[in-house]
T-cell receptor, first 114, second 111 residues
Framework: NAGVTQTPKFRILKIGQSMTLQCAQDMNHNYMYWYRQDPGMGLKLIYYSVGAGITDKGEVPNGYNVSRSTTEDFPLRLELAAPSQTSVYFC?????????????FGEGSWLTVV | DQQVKQNSPSLSVQEGRISILNCDYT??????FLWYKKYPAEGPTFLISISSIKDKNEDGRFTVFLNKSAKHLSLHIVPSQPGDSAVYFCAASDNDYKLSFGAGTTVTVRA
């Protein structure tokens, strides 16, 4: 089982550039999430989705956009990249709500904005 | 505002001894608490959880204790093994599917 797959694993962006972090899950999960982790900090929720066509903001959504056209995919779009977006990004998915023990994380995407 | 706090960024323990990781929270609406383990260059993986209606949950070498009145939980690892060296995150949810994470504690198990 592939689980949650994120691409790319590493990326360097210049200030003002745009890019999309891809996330796909093959577990038929309804819920998908994007978190970022800054050094010395916990994971912070950027956006989440409870099903295809439905997305909502998390704690730190500014500078990002998401879409959920299929159950499997949940891409995260960075528009006009800024140094403050240098971080490690984790995509995750779960089958149902209030199931923190069954939230599966991808391996992470390391993004540096210079 | 950090609702889940892990005030010890690191912990070093000798193999075979007990590791105790602490976590404090401020949101009284949290009703489900979890610990995640993370190795370098990997995503977090679920370790153990506890509902707010309990004060203890045990799974093999791992036990989580919850003190609701103090808004405090702890993770005990007994005995500690070299493979336990990782970053441990405390997380909490308030009857929702979103988790609030602490900053993590890096555990190093010495041989």
């Amino acid at each position: 089982n592939a689980g949650v797959t994120q691409t790319p694993k590493f990326r360097i962006l210049k200030i003002g550039q745009s890019m999309t972090l891809q996330c796909a899950q093959d577990m038929n999960h309804n819920y998908m999430y994007w978190y970022r982790q800054d050094p010395g900090m916990g994971l912070k929720l950027i956006y989440y989705s409870v099903g295809a066509g439905i997305t909502d903001k998390g704690e730190v959504p500014n500078g990002y956009n998401v879409s959920r056209s299929t159950t499997e995919d949940f891409p995260l779009r960075l528009e006009l990249a800024a140094p403050s977006q240098t971080s490690v990004y984790f995509c995750a998915s779960s089958y149902s709500r209030h199931s923190g023990n069954t939230i599966y994380f991808g391996e992470g995407s390391w993004l540096t904005v210079v | 505002d950090q609702q889940v706090k892990q005030n010890s960024p690191s912990l070093s323990v000798q193999e075979g001894r007990i590791s105790i990781l602490n976590c404090d929270y401020t949101n009284s609406m949290f009703d489900y608490f979890l610990w995640y383990k993370k190795y370098p260059a990997e995503g977090p993986t679920f370790l153990i959880s506890i509902s707010s209606i309990k004060d203890k949950n045990e799974d093999g070498r791992f036990t989580v204790f919850l003190n609701k009145s103090a808004k405090h939980l702890s993770l005990h690892i007994v005995p500690s093994q070299p493979g336990d060296s990782a970053v441990y995150f405390c997380a909490a949810s308030d009857n929702d599917y979103k988790l609030s994470f602490g900053a993590g504690t890096t555990v190093t198990v010495r041989a």
